[in-house]
């Protein structure tokens, strides 16, 4: 079974249907040990060919439309924040303290992107300001494992380098080990949803269909941006006391609105429960439990918008002893072998993308895509869960390198674009998610983080530019 087949096969879709998709091999795109390159095409091939499945449905047509993946797109993609322009200016991807750490047995790798995790990490490590010099003396005479607990007792973020032969004898890999790459979950006995048709071209696939975006930094936005490029209204919703970091929200905000509410106000839960009462999806992307005080599970929501589907993604599992854990793509490429395997002259390495974020972000919005669609025949509120070391399992274990050798790769020109927006003129990757008759690229830009009302539909004075 191919990577494309494999992945189809978790979203539990017609296993005839793969035959609609057609590869442009590139070389050169992603190198690095592990196939990368075969995850990425993959996981956008599955997304684009859900996307045609929806929108055959929904058009009334008796044929599922070719879907085409170009691996130049993929990898353009893959590295979209690296891309990313706005009035010229390069983004800042990594602060100074998120990195490679030696530690006296080995190495660590922290994460300190936002100021909450830097301060929690300087606290743990009892240094006082944020200091290159000041951390490394700290770390160097400690044990990995010891910082890594310390670190994660204090609320930060930190993880120790592990093997893969490490990572398998672990608990949490364990315990995911025992669970699919897709969940799949129904939650009540809702009737089969009648989805309005729409017009046969261009398609739409998610036309008309609402989306609450609960999700922050790249794997769940990136699967809320493709919801958005395939017509769904999108609204993101964040705490306001946490700004998403600008380049980010510049790379994952096309298509999609901003907002921000506070669930502990009256008046802010009242507007999310008006929201919620007319969405048709909600994604979470916060650790497993984190949302449960605000009645935010998935059989929460259910029992309050009946039929509702619910997508959960996490970085280590919504099981195991890690399960209530923060965690970013670096960190479990750290712990999960991945960054051993790609290291050299024992100095651990790192994927030639965050492929973990934008493998899992487009498998998310593939998996949502395929619950809409059987919603539309069968029915029942759903959950469908993903997580980061789930699909890094997949990468370091399920996966083979394919054989041959493709086209030559080029600059990435040809899936680059630029407009202008309210954050200013963006040169940004295109989208690689491509079928006959799909959307090329997203109806709006990205706005202003959290300016937005919370409301559905277009908010007036917002103009798309």
């Given at each position: 079974m191919t990577e494309m087949e494999q992945a189809w096969a978790a979203l539990g879709g017609d296993p005839v249907l793969p035959r609609r998709i057609s590869t442009v091999v590139r070389d050169g795109v992603l190198d690095s040990?592990?196939?990368?390159?075969?995850?990425?095409?993959?996981?956008?091939?599955?997304?684009?060919?859900?996307?045609?499945?929806?929108?055959?449905?929904?058009?009334?047509?008796?044929?599922?439309?070719?879907?085409?993946?170009?691996?130049?797109?993929?990898?353009t993609a893959?590295?979209?924040?690296?891309?990313?322009?706005?009035?010229?200016?390069?983004?800042?991807?990594?602060?100074?303290?998120?990195?490679?750490w030696r530690t006296a047995d080995g190495w660590v790798r922290t994460h300190a992107n936002y100021p909450h995790h830097r301060e929690r990490l300087l606290s743990a490590l009892g240094v006082r300001a944020a200091d290159v010099a000041a951390v490394e003396s700290a770390l160097v005479e400690r044990s990995s494992w010891e910082v890594e607990e310390a670190v994660y007792a204090a609320g930060g973020l930190a993880v120790a380098l592990r093997t893969a032969e490490q990572w398998?004898?672990?608990?949490?890999?364990?315990?995911?080990?025992?669970?699919?790459?897709?969940?799949?979950?129904?939650?009540?006995?809702?009737?089969?949803?009648?989805?309005?048709?729409?017009?046969?071209?261009?398609?739409?696939?998610?036309?008309?269909?609402?989306?609450?975006?609960?999700?922050?930094?790249?794997?769940?936005?990136v699967a809320t941006r493709t919801l958005a490029l395939?017509?769904?209204?999108?609204?993101?919703?964040?705490?306001?006391?946490?700004?998403e970091i600008l380049d980010q929200h510049a790379d994952t905000g096309f298509g999609k609105r901003s907002t921000a509410l506070d669930l502990a106000r009256t008046a802010d839960r009242r507007a999310f429960e008006e929201l919620l009462s007319a969405a048709d999806v909600v994604l979470t992307g916060y650790r497993p439990g984190a949302l449960d005080r605000f009645g935010l599970s998935a059989d929460a929501l259910v029992a309050r918008r009946s039929g509702l589907v619910v997508a959960e993604l996490s970085a280590w599992g919504a099981y195991g002893p890690w399960a209530g854990r923060r965690g970013f793509d670096s960190l479990v490429q750290v712990a999960t072998g991945i960054a051993a395997i790609e290291g050299a002259k024992e100095r651990p390495g790192a994927l030639p993308a965050q492929a973990l974020d934008h493998g899992t972000g487009y498998l998310l919005a593939a998996a949502v895509l395929r619950a809409l669609t059987e919603q539309s025949e069968q029915g029942y509120g759903r959950v469908v869960r993903l997580s980061l070391a789930r699909t890094a399992a997949w990468l370091t274990g399920g996966i083979e390198r394919a054989p041959g050798e493709g086209e030559a790769l080029g600059g990435p020109e040809a899936w680059l674009a630029e407009r202008d927006s309210r954050l200013g003129r963006l040169r940004y990757a295109l989208p690689p998610v491509s079928f006959e008759g799909g959307p090329g690229d997203w109806a709006r830009p990205p706005g202003v983080w959290a300016a937005d009302e919370a409301r559905w539909g277009r908010v007036t004075g917002s103009p798309e530019t």
């Open positions: 040990r592990l196939p990368v390159r075969e995850l990425a095409r993959a996981c956008v091939g599955v997304c684009a060919l859900a996307a045609a499945e929806l929108g055959a449905r929904r058009a009334g047509r008796t044929e599922v439309p070719r879907v085409r993946v170009d691996d130049g797109a993929v990898g893959f590295v979209s924040e690296r891309h990313l322009l706005v009035d010229g200016r390069s983004p800042v991807t990594f602060a100074p303290l998120s990195r490679f398998a004898a672990h608990e949490q890999a364990r315990a995911l080990a025992a669970r699919p790459l897709v969940e799949h979950e129904r939650l009540d006995t809702a009737p089969a949803r009648v989805l309005a048709p729409i017009d046969d071209g261009p398609l739409s696939p998610a036309a008309g269909i609402r989306v609450l975006d609960l999700t922050r930094v790249i794997a769940g936005p395939l017509g769904a209204d999108v609204l993101r919703v964040d705490p306001p006391g946490m700004p």
